[in-house]
């Protein structure tokens, strides 16, 4: 089975998991999801695979980036609250990428009526 996109992020992880950490991690994943979705708009995933696709990926994307201002101060420490988040950004930053896991692990179809997988992270 072959992977339409990859995102590499293994090397990074470290055995504490700080708010900096969450903050790289954060904005490697989202540039990546930009990057991917641009892709896949010229791409040859058949439109009926795609559209879920991107929606869900949206998503993910606006969740990560959350996230990543959560992590860097944008919002700020009282301000956390407002937003249901107690400051733990090891499980919201997993529960995060669990979502990015199912969405990856989803298969499409190709144009050329190939199937493949959508996303490998590691």
Do not use: H
């Not at 994307?61 to 090891?90: C, M, R």
């Amino acid at each position: 089975m072959n992977w339409k996109y990859k995102i590499k992020i293994k090397d990074k992880f470290e055995n504490e998991t700080t708010p900096e950490l969450v903050a790289e991690l954060c904005k490697i994943i989202s540039g990546e999801l930009g990057v991917i979705l641009d892709k896949s708009q010229n791409s040859n995933i058949t439109q009926d695979s795609i559209d879920d696709f991107w929606y869900d990926l949206e998503g993910c994307q606006d969740n990560f980036d959350f996230l990543l201002k959560l992590a860097d101060g944008t919002i700020e420490e009282s301000e956390w609250e407002n937003y249901s988040f107690d400051g733990d950004f090891e499980r919201e930053f997993n529960g995060y990428l669990e979502e990015l896991y199912d969405i990856g692990d989803r298969r499409v179809t190709l144009k050329n009526n190939a199937v493949e997988k959508l996303l490998w992270i590691g």
